[in-house]
């Protein structure tokens, strides 16, 4: 990928959303006659008028963290992550779901101030919902907050939501070849698991041919280039977690079998049962999945349960007997422990199989390190690691987590660095049987509060007295922060 940042062309959605987060900051330091306010709210005007040209209002939804314009779920580039959930956060602070800018003939730089104004000063009273929508009632008729779009969304706009998190993920406009084409494979394999999961919590018949030929590219891509195949399984998307969740517990459960030594058959297999893994969450579970308050012991329930619709699922596959067959063992134990804690217990006393306790491994690492409604906080890859070392001998197998570890190296592929030279760096991958230390790329901040894409650097690099050029402060999440890692990784 080019090292000079990247240029970007801002949707309308994305110039509205950014245009009025940039409002917001700089009205609080600036005078409506200031000439970088006026150049932001003119931008906004324009982005407004846009819209306005066909007739109908611009109206913001915001639906489990991301924000729709009429209906239509805004695709980000990069540098808006941050924005995005900065605007989410300033959402919900003041209580509100929408905010709808009705067409107006003539719109001046003081309506835009004082809509920014008492939008600002909404958080300072007890119901900011009521006193926005009285404030913008009396005082101008273009404006009007809401607080029910999710339940609008649901409607036709959960279509766009689940077409809208492929896009997200998978947008490979301007990409070289090799990581254009690595992201064609996830996105197929989004599209591929999503049919079948469809075909399955329907009662329909659903073939597999189409998940092995998925699993055969992602083999392909291994050992073609190593660090980008390591690289996909950073992708995250909140809505199509369970699809996403999948093809990563793929991605690495593959690597470790091949740093094992599984034949190429070995490994297909392996591959197809972890893309399966989690057939028993689709379809009803999702409203357990999606709740975002504690836990209760129903909950915990359906939960463990879905081991078991796993397995009644791939018994149900249109695939050869033999094939579910082998299937069936490393699904049935992905959540047992080797010391036989976990789930579901069965009772029986016999060693749980290789592949089982890899695909444990695999499991444990992306979800420990995806974002989940019902936890507080999403560990850093770092992090995830040394959580799943306490585990070592209990629930997962000392011998595997190590080689995974060994795979994974003290940071991560997309592991977001904090650096004593005051930088902010992802890291890209390890290098098979080289330094622990991986290559990096640099993030900048950018004028919006986004952040973008810089030069690659060495971890390893040193200075002329051999001493390392940076050293690591901390390692965080990037989905604490919102952060898509292969958007800077590929
Ligand atoms: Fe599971
Ligand atoms: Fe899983």
């Given amino acids: 990928m080019a090292e000079k940042e990247k240029i970007e062309k801002h949707s309308t959605g994305e110039s509205l959303l950014h245009g009025l987060f940039r409002m917001i900051q700089v009205v609080k330091i600036h005078q409506s006659n200031n000439r970088l306010f006026n ?9 407004l008028d846009d819209v306005w040209e066909s007739g109908r209002p611009a109206a913001f939804s915001l639906y489990r963290g ?10 980000y580039s990069p540098s808006m992550w941050a924005t995005s959930t900065k605007m989410s956060e300033f959402f919900i602070e003041r209580g509100i779901n929408g905010l709808k800018f009705l067409p107006k003939d003539e719109l001046t730089n003081e309506e835009l101030v004082s809509m920014v104004d008492t939008l600002n000063q909404a958080k300072r009273f007890p ?34 939501l689940s077409e809208g998190g492929y896009k997200a993920v998978v947008q490979t406009e301007g990409l070289p070849g090799a990581e254009q084409q690595a992201r064609k494979i996830y996105s197929q394999a989004l599209t591929v698991l999503r049919g079948l999961v469809d075909r399955v919590t329907a009662g329909k018949k659903a073939g597999v041919q189409k998940c092995k030929r998925i699993v055969q590219e992602l083999i392909d891509l291994m ?9 996909l399984s950073t992708i995250r998307d909140h809505e199509d977690q369970i699809f996403t969740h999948s093809i990563n517990a793929t991605i690495l459960s593959m690597a470790i079998a091949q740093r094992i030594g599984y034949t190429k058959t070995a490994t297909e297999q392996l591959g197809l049962t972890a893309l399966f893994h989690d057939l028993g969450k689709a379809g009803d579970f999702k409203s357990t999945a999606d709740k975002s308050d504690s836990l209760d012991n129903h909950d915990l329930a359906v939960i463990q349960n879905h081991t078991l619709g796993s397995i009644s699922r791939i018994i149900r596959l249109n695939a050869s007997f033999n094939l579910k067959l082998s299937l069936l063992p490393p699904v049935s134990e992905h959540h047992l422990g080797v010391d036989k804690s976990g789930y579901p217990q069965t009772g029986r006393d016999n060693e749980l199989s290789l592949s089982g306790r890899i695909l444990a491994v ?7 390190t995806s974002w989940r409604p019902w936890r507080n906080q ?7 690691i040394k959580e799943m070392t306490s585990f070592s001998g209990t629930l997962l197998d000392p011998l595997v987590l190590r080689l995974f570890a060994e795979i994974m190296g003290p940071w991560p ?29 640099l993030l900048h901040q950018s004028q919006e509060g986004g952040l973008l894409k810089g030069s690659s650097i060495e971890l390893s690099e040193c200075d002329e007295n051999q001493r390392p050029k940076r050293q690591v402060l901390s390692c965080l999440s990037p989905v604490s922060f919102g952060i898509q890692p292969t958007d800077y990784l590929i």
Avoid: H
């Fill in 362 to 368: 695999a499991d444990q690492y992306d979800a420990m």
């Fill in 223 to 231: 050992s073609d280039d190593w660090p980008l195949y390591l690289a």
């Fill in 413 to 441: 592929v997309g592991s977001l660095l904090i650096l004593d030279s005051n930088e902010l760096a992802m890291t890209k991958a390890v290098r098979p049987g080289s330094s622990p230390l991986p290559p990096a790329v």
């Fill in 66 to 75: 991301r924000f729709f314009l009429n209906d239509e779920r805004i695709v």
């Fill in 378 to 384: 999403t560990l850093s890859p770092t992090d995830a």
């Fill in 127 to 160: 119901d900011p919902f009521e006193w926005l929508y009285n404030q913008f009632d009396s005082k101008s008729n273009w404006v009007v907050p809401s607080k029910d779009e999710d339940r609008k969304i649901s409607g036709s706009g959960a279509q766009e």
């Fill in 39 to 47: 150049d932001i709210l003119i931008d906004f005007k324009a982005a």
